[in-house]
């Protein structure tokens, strides 16, 4: 029984990427985000569990996969093209099908997403570090950011779990400045899924600062950025993620 306990928490991690695809279809970009975070922690708590137990199986590293897929690659891919296509059904085209060909970009997400995983379970230089952006990252930043664009689309602020202290609003933008932003910025964070820059993983051995000083500092800002920013401070914490990585590496 041991050995399918890594199993099992692989599987509630596609369970609640199913959810979030069912979610982003529906408009709902707030529950869909929460059922990816929740699938992430699952996913976390998978590889700890292997660990932890000594419970690697081949089986394993294939079925964890073929979950990331969906709750990091597919998930995050429907909620950029739902809101990609509300977004480009408030222009109005000359063509009806014009403002569909930037649906296509959201596609770029689960098709480098699983590019990368593959790369990944056949590249034995990522044991104890990641070369390129971790999937579960890049969803997370995804669905961060297309829930903080879904509420400033409606005017809300954005505030943090102190809102006394921090309270944003961003201009409204114009629709096609949003289309472009999204579709650039998806193909440009998918290739950081397959590139070649080192980045560190969030794997402790030891508590020693030493050995974790990049961890520790990322864990910091972390939480600092999402109690001021809410939901925000997700996606600014990969970016800070991304950074981070490349500032390590050159030290």
Not at 74 to 92: C, E, N, R, W, Y
Not at 109 to 123: E, T
Not at 144 to 160: H, K, N, P, Q, R
Not at 174 to 190: D, K, Q
């Amino acid at each position: 029984m041991r050995k399918h306990i890594p199993n099992l928490l692989t599987c509630a991690n596609l369970a609640f990427g199913c959810y979030a695809c069912i979610l982003a279809l529906d408009g709902n970009y707030y529950g869909s985000m929460l059922a990816i975070i929740v699938a992430a922690g699952f996913d976390f708590a998978d590889g700890f569990a292997a660990r932890l137990l000594k419970a690697y199986s081949t089986i394993g590293k294939d079925l964890d996969s073929l979950a990331d897929i969906v709750s990091f690659g597919v998930a995050p891919g429907l909620m950029v093209f739902d809101f990609l296509d509300h977004v480009q059904k408030t222009i109005h085209w000359s063509h009806p099908l014009t403002g569909k060909v930037f649906l296509l970009f959201a596609f770029v997400i689960p098709i480098f997403s699983a590019l990368r995983l593959a790369k990944f379970n056949h590249d034995d230089r990522q044991t104890d570090s990641f070369i390129g952006l971790p999937v579960p990252a890049h969803a997370l930043f995804w669905t961060s950011l297309i829930y903080v664009l879904s509420l400033s689309m409606e005017g809300t602020a954005i505030s943090g779990m102190v809102p006394q202290l921090i309270s944003i609003r961003i201009p409204e933008m114009p629709s096609l400045f949003i289309l472009l932003f999204i579709s650039i910025t998806a193909v440009c964070s998918s290739l950081l899924l397959v590139s070649e820059i080192p980045m560190f993983s969030m794997k402790i051995k030891s508590p020693a600062w030493k050995d974790n000083q990049s961890r520790y500092v990322l864990m910091v800002i972390a939480m600092v950025l999402i109690v001021g920013f809410g939901f925000f401070g997700i996606t600014l914490s990969i970016l800070f993620f991304v950074c981070l990585s490349g500032i390590s590496k050159k030290i």
